[in-house]
């Protein structure tokens, strides 16, 4: 059985399990504690972000590009269809870097109070504080509206295609629909509404891709 480990907030890890999801392919998702990362590190040799994907076979895969290349060759799908290759990858990479880069700010803070204990707050802070500075969330808290109209603007020619058709290259879902599902889910756990605040086209497109689950 293919165990997917992840954080339920991750949008790496969510666009790696509605991709298993939409595949049919089964699999035990395995929710990481984020102040117990024991399992994961012995799992991997010391690697403790998500997702980390267990193959039957017992491979251990990380990296969600990596990841989502290894189930799109393993099994059968239209995610990546011939002559959408090139758009399909390049949108997934706009996504998993501009598009993040400006989401994941804009949830940190809500996902840092939504753990359950101090340690497990700290820790959240700590990491993002290590790489961005200190005070980073707290700044980010206080830059929501700055961060919404930022987020708006990077996401404005995804909306526009979004208007004229149901999935980011057409008529049927790709890759690039996946990408940008992670993201939603990320909003969605941070704070239920923040998707809809950032623009109801989004809330439809992630229930169209929701409703390709085929568990
Ligand atoms: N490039 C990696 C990024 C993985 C990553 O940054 N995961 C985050 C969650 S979105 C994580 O595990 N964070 C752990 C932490 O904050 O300590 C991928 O695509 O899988």
């Known amino acids: 059985m293919i165990r997917l480990h992840r954080l339920r907030y991750s949008p790496y ?8 999801e939409i595949l049919a392919v ?3 998702v395995v929710e990481v504690p984020y102040g117990n ?13 998500v997702p980390v994907l267990e193959t039957s076979t017992g491979t251990v895969l990380t990296e969600s590009r990596a990841i989502c290349e290894w189930a799109l060759r393993t099994f059968p799908n239209t ?33 840092r109070d939504a753990w359950p204990t101090a340690w497990e707050r700290a820790l959240y802070t700590l990491v993002k504080e290590r790489r961005y500075g200190a005070g980073c ?15 708006r603007d990077v996401l404005a020619p995804t909306r526009t295609t979004l208007q004229h058709q149901s999935f980011v290259l057409g008529a049927a879902p790709t890759l690039a629909d996946l990408a940008l599902y992670g993201q939603w889910a990320m909003c969605d756990v941070a704070e239920p509404g923040l998707l809809l605040e950032l623009d109801p086209v989004f809330v439809a497109h992630a229930r169209r891709v929701e409703a390709l689950r085929q568990q």
Do not use: I, M
């Open 13 to 20: 890890a969510r666009k790696v399990q509605v991709l298993l």
């Open 26 to 28: 089964p699999h035990e």
């Open 37 to 49: 990362r024991e399992e994961l590190a012995q799992l991997t040799g010391g690697y403790v972000y």
């Open 79 to 111: 995610l990546v269809p011939p002559g959408l290759e090139a758009a399909a990858w390049a949108f997934h990479d706009h996504v998993e870097n501009t598009v993040e880069d400006v989401l994941f700010r804009l949830c940190s803070p809500a996902v």
């Open 137 to 151: 969330v707290d700044a980010w808290r206080g830059d929501r509206e700055s961060l919404l109209t930022r987020a």
